[in-house]
């Protein structure tokens, strides 16, 4: 039977990426990923099939190799469980199949880069979704979003602004763990002026809680 492998990758550069996920890569014949993951890593010797976005296209591809018993490895972004392509696969796979090596997350990373701690945090995410946003700030001191290019820092701003939490606090993480990484801090107002975010995450501060 062929087993499955999520590997988590981390924020982004192959230093964060324990001996354990090379490992488990090394052992796959077939591995599964998106164009920045699979371009970082010496897999010449094995069956690749870069992905898009497409979930499905996924899961055809592993249930193809499911009689060949042959490893599979999927290269997830971050932490396979956070907002990850875990929950997908758990639909349509069998989780005896399924074997998860987990990532840092951009979260945790940016959390670090920061030095605050994060064991309050409320964690949601921007990516085709709609957040109550002066809803979760008036319950939480911290909030922190996977941002997407409809969703982005400026964007999440400016509706900040339009909300009258203009006190609040922001900072935005931009290519995490890249040479060109790049973290902000600033209020509503100056995040909302600034260039647009790739591959971004934001955390937003609310101490007081007072609206």
């Known amino acids: ?74 290269l997830a972004s971050g932490d396979p469980g956070l907002f990850g392509v875990m929950q997908y696969l758990l639909k349509h796979l069998s989780k005896q199949k399924i074997e998860v090596i987990p990532g840092i997350s951009s979260m945790q990373y940016m959390f670090a880069r920061m030095k605050i701690p994060w064991h309050d945090v409320y964690i949601t995410s921007f990516h085709g979704r709609e957040t109550d946003l002066k809803r ?15 969703n982005s820092p400026n964007k999440i701003a400016r509706e900040l602004v339009k909300l009258g939490l203009e006190n609040v606090k922001i900072c935005v993480g931009e290519n995490l763990s890249y040479p060109n990484e790049r973290i902000v801090e600033g209020y509503p107002r100056e995040i909302a002026e600034m260039d647009d975010f790739k591959m971004s995450v934001m955390v937003i501060q609310n101490e007081t809680k007072n609206f």
């Open 136 to 150: 979760l700030l008036k319950h939480h001191s911290k909030i922190a979003l996977f941002t997407d290019t409809k």
């Open 1 to 74: 039977m062929s087993r499955v492998v999520i590997v988590g990758m981390g924020p982004g550069d192959l230093k964060y990426l324990p001996p354990i996920a090379f490992e488990a890569i090394e052992k796959c014949k077939v591995v599964i990923g998106g164009k920045r993951h699979l371009s970082q890593l010496d897999i010449k010797d094995k069956e690749v099939y870069p992905i898009t976005g497409d979930l499905k296209r996924v899961v055809e591809v592993i249930k193809h190799h499911t009689g060949q018993k042959v490893d599979i490895c999927v």
